[in-house]
């Protein structure tokens, strides 16, 4: 995930910035421990596939077919919800904290709502990013089987 500055600006200057720079840390170190964990799948995911027609192999002495960009995917996913799921689940309650803390914010300081609001839109359309990265670079990986 990005700084916090390149997808906002500075908070710096606002009486709720060091709470907010605070609260956004915590979810980018959460999700930079999922994001490196799903990384890890996709080796695991091209293993599991290679032993399961290894496997095969050996039952039916038939020629195993090629590993399709199709099943690494199926695969791959298959292990990320399985295998990454307290990385996912801390990613979630990182986010449900952050959102809580710029919520209070917004109650806390008034005079700065507007502004903690625009944050707030701004980190979800990063995580949105985020996501639609971890997707698009499962695609590119799984296109070269």
């Known amino acids: ?6 997808i906002f600006g500075t908070v710096s200057d606002m009486k709720s910035g060091k709470e907010i720079e605070k609260g956004y840390q915590n979810l980018v170190s959460t999700y930079q421990a999922f994001y ?6 996709q080796e695991e995911a091209e293993k ?3 032993l399961e027609r290894i496997l ?3 039952k039916t002495f038939l020629l ?4 399709t960009g199709e099943e690494l995917r199926q695969e791959y996913w298959k292990l990320v919800t399985t295998k990454c799921g307290k990385e996912l ?3 979630k309650d ?3 904290a952050f959102v809580n803390v710029l919520d209070r914010l917004m109650v ?3 005079d700065e709502a507007g502004m903690i609001g625009n944050v707030k839109e701004s980190v979800e359309k990063e995580l949105k990013r985020m996501a639609d990265v971890l997707i698009e670079e499962c695609e590119k990986w799984s296109a070269d089987a």
Do not use: C, G, H
Request: charged share 30%; net charge positive; no cysteine.
């Open 108 to 110: 806390k300081y008034p």
């Open 1 to 6: 995930m990005r700084e916090l500055k390149e």
């Open 89 to 91: 689940e801390a990613v």
């Open 64 to 67: 195993p077919q090629p590993i």
């Open 48 to 50: 599991n596939l290679s």
């Open 56 to 58: 095969n192999f050996t």
């Open 36 to 41: 490196e964990k799903a990384k890890q799948m």
């Open 94 to 96: 990182s986010i449900t």
